[in-house]
Structure formats: C-alpha cells, structure tokens
C-alpha cells in the first residue's frame, strides 16, 4: 500500500551518519510499494542538498548521484492538495503549511505518513493516522 513520504525521512538517506530505523523503513517499503509526496517535498529535498553543499557536507557530485537515484524511487508527487483542510490542519496544529501538505495528503488518500518531524508526529497521532515505524 503507498504511503505518504516526508523530506524528513528523505534526507536520512543522504547521510549515512543519519540512520533512522524509520527511513530504513520507508525505503525498504519503497523496494516494493510507491510512495506519494506533497510538490513541495521536490523543493524541500534540493534545497536540503543545496545547504549541506554548502557546508561541505555533501559535493555537487553526491548531490547529481543521490538525485539520480532517487528518481529510480516509486515517488508520485501530488499537485492537489485540498486548500482548506491543509490550512485547517495547519492552524488546528500550529504546523507550517508545509507540514500540513503532508498530513492532509496522508489523510486525503488514507495511508501511512513517513517522517521524523515532531511536530508532524504529534499532529498525525492526533488525527489518529497511521505513521511508518508505528504500525504502518
């Protein structure tokens, strides 16, 4: 069954000193399942390589590898997002806008949400939803 993927867990596969059983998870799942990720997940993703460019984390080349990889993922992206219920999730949890995407997305299409931001978490437990790592 798909599931809803959040930059979060992304980025765990990036650094390798960033494991994350949940993110080990989610790309096990991806092996055999797709994933889908709200159009702001495709920005979120180059800018975190962007930054760690930056910081001498990561190369040009790691960054063009690490891309190219994952566009061999099964990762849909989504364009439409229900507006109201991601501004109504977004103030009934005090979440980014961004965040919201996720969780309306996970909600909308009733599958699991994958993601380390706590605050993300908290408003999927919250909404009773199922989360990667916990049962989903």
Known sequence: ?????????????????????????????????????????????????????RRKRLTEADSIVFLRDLSRLGITLDRSPQESEVLRLARLHRLSVYDAAYLELAQRNGIALATLDADLIRAARAEAMILIGEGG
């Open 1 to 53: 069954m798909p599931f809803a993927l959040d930059a979060s867990i992304t980025a765990c596969w990036v650094f390798h000193d960033e494991d994350h059983p949940h993110a080990d998870l989610a790309l096990q799942r991806l092996r055999t399942d797709e994933a889908v990720a709200p159009s702001i997940w495709w920005f979120e993703v180059r800018n975190i390589l962007i930054v760690n460019e």
